[in-house]
C-alpha cells in the first residue's frame, strides 16, 4: 500500500499518517512514513523522543549527500548535475526506526529564486521515485498541499491519495484543489477523510459540501490527540478512540483497493 495523505495545514494529516503507521506495523508490515510537509511533525506524532527527533537531518538539507550524489553543491546555480542520482541506500542509512516504522524526513527544498531544477530537487524526487516505484514497504507520506515531490509517473505509484479536511469553507476549497493537481498527475483515487468533527452536525457539513468525493470515514475532535502532543507521546498510545476510528477507515481503504 502506497498512500499519500494531504490536505490544509492544521487540518490532522500527521495524525492520520501516524496512526496509519502503527497499524500497519502492528501486523507486521515493514513500514516506511515520510514526511513530506514543510511543518515536519510525524516524528513527534509517532511517538520518537523529542530529543532523537531534533537529531534527525532532513535529506534536503544533507549538504554533502546532495553534492556526493548530484555532484553540485546546493544552493549553487550549477550548469550540470545528475539527474537520476543514486537513492537506493538512503531509506536503511537515514531513517529513524520506531516500534517498526522506519522515519524519512524529507525537507524542503529553499529554491531562492533559483525554480525547481536544482541539485536538491533532483535527489528529492529521484529518492521518491524509488521508494514508491521500488520499494515493496507499506509507504505512507505526510504532506502538504502540494505534490512537491512528485513527478507524473510517481503520483501514479500512489495507491490513494486521501484528503484530510476539517468542517470549513477553506479546507474543503483546498481538497478541491488537491485533488485537480491529483487527476493532473494521473491519480484516479482520491479519497476524504474528515478530521477534528464535534457532532453530527460537523460530519453533515462535510458530506453534503463535498457531494462528489468518497468519504472514508471521520476522526473526531479528541483533546487526547492535544495531550499527546503536549506529552511527546505517539497519538496511537494516547487515544484509542481516534485509533478505532482510523481503523475502520483503514478496513474501508482496503476493501475498495482489493474490488
Known amino acids: 500500500m502506497k498512500l499519500a495523505i494531504t490536505g490544509k495545514g492544521g487540518v490532522g494529516k500527521t ?8 497499524l500497519y506495523a502492528a501486523e507486521g508490515k515493514t513500514v516506511l512514513a515520510i514526511d513530506a510537509n514543510p511543518d515536519a511533525n510525524l516524528a513527534s506524532a509517532l511517538g520518537l523522543p523529542h530529543d532523537k527527533a531534533q537529531r534527525i537531518t532532513p535529506i ?3 549538504k554533502e549527500l546532495i553534492e556526493e550524489r548530484t555532484g ?16 537506493d541506500d538512503i531509506p536503511e542509512r537515514f531513517s529513524a526506526k520506531i516500534d517498526g516504522i522506519r522515519l ?14 536544482c541539485p536538491e530537487s533532483a535527489l528529492l524526487r529521484n529518492l521518491m521515485n524509488h521508494l514508491l516505484l521500488r520499494q515493496s514497504d507499506v509507504v505512507i507520506m505526510d504532506m502538504d498541499a502540494g505534490v512537491e515531490h512528485l513527478g507524473r509517473g510517481t503520483a501514479r505509484a500512489v495507491d490513494a491519495f486521501i ?8 479546507s474543503i476549497q483546498t481538497a478541491q484543489a488537491i485533488r485537480g493537481l491529483a487527476l493532473d498527475l494521473g491519480v484516479k483515487k482520491c479519497y476524504v477523510v474528515g478530521s477534528k ?22 476522526i473526531n475532535y479528541s483533546p487526547k490527540i492535544i495531550e499527546a502532543d503536549l506529552k511527546g507521546m505517539s497519538v496511537f498510545d494516547a487515544a484509542p478512540e481516534a485509533v478505532a476510528e482510523v481503523k475502520r477507515i483503514k478496513e474501508r481503504l482496503e476493501g475498495k483497493e482489493v474490488k
Do not use: W, Y
Open 104 to 117: 524519512l524526513i524529507m525537507g524542503t527544498v529553499k529554491t531562492g529564486g533559483r525554480g525547481c531544477m
Open 60 to 62: 534536503a538539507e544533507m
Open 72 to 87: 553540485a553543491k546546493p544552493g549553487t546555480s550549477a550548469p550540470f548535475f545528475k539527474l537520476n542520482p543514486r537513492v
Open 163 to 170: 484528503i484530510v479536511v476539517e468542517p470549513g469553507r477553506r
Open 15 to 22: 495524525t492520520l499518517a501516524s496512526i496509519l503507521a502503527h
Open 197 to 218: 468533527t464535534t457532532a453530527d452536525a460537523d460530519c453533515q457539513f462535510i458530506t453534503d459540501s463535498m457531494p462528489d468525493f468518497e468519504i472514508l470515514g471521520f
